[in-house]
């Protein structure tokens, strides 16, 4: 069992930059592919940005060259770092871990564990 615990996210001007944390318990992250989703108000959970067990990034057109994933195995935490935000990246995001290679880590249901949400909203 795995339990993560998000933080970070809020407000900010178009432009601006964010940073989210997630942090697992109960068990290691070391050995799970970690994701960022989002989810905008009547939209379909979509992956922001992914991490495999061993390092491979995957990240969605919209943020490449924005955003960053990482993952610090030692602390049990991953980090989503967003930058150049626009109002378009307003959503919930989630992250997750799951077993998932690397050709899945787009789809939701390959994670079976989920934090708990965290509003981003950016203001133009």
């Known amino acids: 069992q795995v339990l993560l615990v998000q933080s970070g996210g809020g407000m900010v001007q178009a432009g601006g930059s964010l940073r989210l944390s997630c942090v697992a318990s109960?068990?290691?992250?070391?050995?799970?592919?970690m994701g960022w989703f989002r989810q905008g108000p009547g939209q379909q959970r979509e992956l922001v940005a992914a991490?495999?067990?061993?390092?491979?990034?995957k990240y969605a057109d919209s943020v490449k060259g924005r955003f960053t994933i990482a993952r610090d195995n030692a602390k049990s935490t991953l980090y989503l770092q967003m930058s150049n935000l626009t109002p378009e990246d307003t959503a919930v995001y989630y992250c997750?871990?799951?077993?998932?290679?690397?050709?899945?880590?787009?789809?939701?249901?390959?994670?079976?564990?989920w934090g708990q949400g965290t509003q981003v909203t950016v203001s133009s």
């Open positions: 109960g068990r290691s992250i070391g050995a799970y592919t």
């Open positions: 991490i495999t067990n061993d390092d491979r990034t």
């Open positions: 997750a871990a799951g077993g998932s290679n690397y050709e899945d880590t787009y789809d939701p249901r390959r994670y079976g564990y």
